[in-house]
């Protein structure tokens, strides 16, 4: 009788805990570009544009902030993974999405283990930080590894990256982690 209730009780949870993330993930997709955007000490100074040394596309842009922080080019198809101690953890090349955030300082407004992306492809690792006109703007990775194939006619929000720099970015941009966009 005692495993009998043990098992309702989980399911219970589990089910609860699947309507909440599901309901987070709605009201993220709902909000303003303007309401996820964060003040934070990683920010740029406004007006501030950050410097890419051509020579060593790896290398942290300067003025894309201080302090822990993601930071993402948009230009360069790059992010870097910034600790505490403003030192990269990790930097590696994306696969941009057909709709740009603009550049600024975002927050992580929600996560998913495994969903399917708003192209149709099975993803992983997603983490959300805006959106634009509707669209939900966020990094994933396809499960398949497949490089995305853009529909023309299709927007799409998801920036993709390969399932072990994914895995990197899961780990590392948690709700409320700084997400720093630049051109």
Known sequence: MASSSAGWVAALTAAALGTVGFLAHQASSRLPAELSRVHATSSPAPGARA?????????????????ERVVYSLDGDRVWLVGPDNRVQATFRVSPSKVD?????????????????SDGIPVEHVVRFTSVEGVVVGF??????????????LRTGGIRESRADGDKMWRFATIGQPVVVIP
């Open 101 to 117: 955030p603009v550049p600024g300082t975002y927050a992580v407004t929600s996560r998913s283990k495994l969903i399917t992306g």
């Open 51 to 67: 410097t890419r040394d051509a020579r060593h596309p790896e290398a942290l842009p300067l003025g894309s902030g201080r302090a």
């Open 140 to 153: 994933s990775a396809a499960v398949d590894e497949a490089a995305p194939k853009p529909d023309p006619g």
